[in-house]
Structures are given as C-alpha cells and as structure tokens.
C-alpha cells in the first residue's frame, strides 16, 4: 500500500493505525511533505516558506523528514510486529533524476503548458478570478481561494530552490508474520 500523511495531525496515531490494519508480510510505503535540515527555524525567509507552504495546502505544522522517520520507527518498534527498512528524499538530484522536482512548477520558455505559471499567465488568472467574483460568474471566495493557492505555489518553489521543503520524504515498512 501508498499512503500520502501530509494532513494529518497525529502522525503517531496515524502511522500505528496504519501499521495495525496492514496484513502480515504486507509493506506500506508512505511519504511525507517536510522541511529538510537544509531548513533554519532561526532564518526568517525559512519561516515564511514553510507557512506559505502550510497555510496555502492547508496543512498542519509541518515537521523534519528527521522527525517523521522518527514517528514512523516509534510505531513500528510499538507494533512489534513491523520491520522499517529505509527512509529517503525521493526528489534528490541524481544522475538518475537531474531535473529538480519543483521545475515542474516554474515557468520555462513559452509554450502554452507554461503559460500558466509566467508572471503574465498569473496576472490574466488573477484577472479572471477577480472579475469573475465581482460579475457573479464564480462563487464568492473564489477570490480568495486563488490567493492561497498561489501563496502555495510561491511557498513549494523557493522552498525547493533553497532545498529547505521537499513533498516527498519516502519510508518503506514491512509487517512481518505473527
């Protein structure tokens, strides 16, 4: 099984629920959105990244990949029952895997796939929105919705050009026989 935890607030409860349900011989894959160790509680523009990231995901506080492993180790070493095999940043630059994960996200040349995130594609979205909203064509909070969203995406593409976020923190467990 795959299970994506980002939302959830309890990471113990969560990763022991799962570790609970899983059948023996059964292996759970999970990853998680977390800052990395590149991240400095102390540096204000790290600060702003991981609450743009959390505020505009709506997600809850986000953690290390160091204490997500750790949550992940404690519920397996609970269950007695679960063998955790490794930890890794799936988006790492590899030979393997030279384009950084959040490239994808970044405006690149012209073309009308990247015309979406150019600063003139986010201004006629922006447009839209807003007149959209005032003209009664979209709901009221459309708007606002869009502002969060785009304070997300701001928040995913420094936080992944200054390696202080990665959204996808990868952890293989395995329930071994009773």
């Known amino acids: 099984d795959r299970v994506s935890t980002q939302s959830t607030w309890d990471k113990n409860q969560c990763y022991s629920e799962l570790l609970r349900v899983l059948k023996p011989g059964g292996k759970i894959a999970i990853y998680e959105w977390c800052i990395t160790d590149q991240y ?24 290390s990949c160091a204490d997500s492993e750790r ?39 012209f073309s009308i796939q990247s015309f979406r995130t150019s600063t003139l594609g986010i201004f006629c979205t922006k447009q ?15 708007k606002k919705t869009h502002d969060m969203l785009l304070n997300a995406y701001y928040g995913l593409t420094e936080g992944g050009e ?13 329930k071994v026989e009773a």
């Open 40 to 63: 400095r509680a102390d540096d204000p523009k790290h600060r702003r990244i991981k609450k743009m990231v959390e505020e505009g995901d709506g997600l809850p506080d986000l953690e």
């Open 71 to 109: 949550f992940f180790r404690n519920a397996a070493h609970a269950s007695g029952k679960m063998k955790f095999h490794e930890a890794w940043d799936a988006t790492a630059i590899t030979a393997r895997n030279p384009i950084p994960w959040y490239r994808a996200l970044k405006p690149g040349g």
């Open 162 to 174: 200054l390696e202080v976020f990665t959204p996808a923190w990868f952890m293989l467990g395995e």
């Open 128 to 142: 839209f929105v807003y007149w959209g909203e005032k003209c009664f064509m979209l709901p009221k909070g459309t």
